[in-house]
Nanobody, 123 residues
Framework: VQLVESGGGSVQAGGSLRLSCEDT????????RAWFRQAPGKEREGLAA????????YYDDSVEGRFSISRDNAKNTLYLQMNDLKPEDTAMYFC??????????????????WGQGTQVTVS
């Protein structure tokens, strides 16, 4: 599994961005894809996850209502639509692929493959 993110950049507070993550290689439908972020000096945090087989999603409270995760299974591409961005959303954003799991999860230990990250800066 290889994951390649794109779509980061700089935006003013209140603006929107959409991140993409292309997923190459074999895709096990019993896995999740998720978005995490890490700001300087802070621990990595999980934002949103989607279970490929069911499409069920899960959000961290910090982004629910502002961010939306989706996946185009035909294109093997994961998205994160981010609206009403705030300066505290500034971070490096990573997509990740889990091992085979029973359902949607944001537990970081389940995620075994990571993209290189894309920077989001909100001013």
């Amino acid at each position: 599994v290889q994951l390649v993110e794109s779509g980061g950049g700089s935006v003013q507070a209140g603006g929107s961005l959409r991140l993409s993550c292309e997923d190459t290689g074999y895709v096990d439908k019993s896995t999740c894809r998720a978005w995490f972020r890490q700001a300087p000096g802070k621990e990595r945090e999980g934002l949103a996850a989607i279970y490929i087989e069911s499409g069920r999603t899960y959000y961290d409270d910090s982004v629910e209502g502002r961010f939306s995760i989706s996946r185009d299974n035909a294109k093997n591409t994961l998205y994160l639509q981010m609206n009403d961005l705030k300066p505290e959303d500034t971070a490096m954003y990573f997509c990740a692929a889990s091992k085979a799991v029973a359902g949607v999860t944001l537990w970081e230990d389940e995620y075994k493959h990571w993209g290189q990250g894309t920077q989001v800066t909100v001013s």
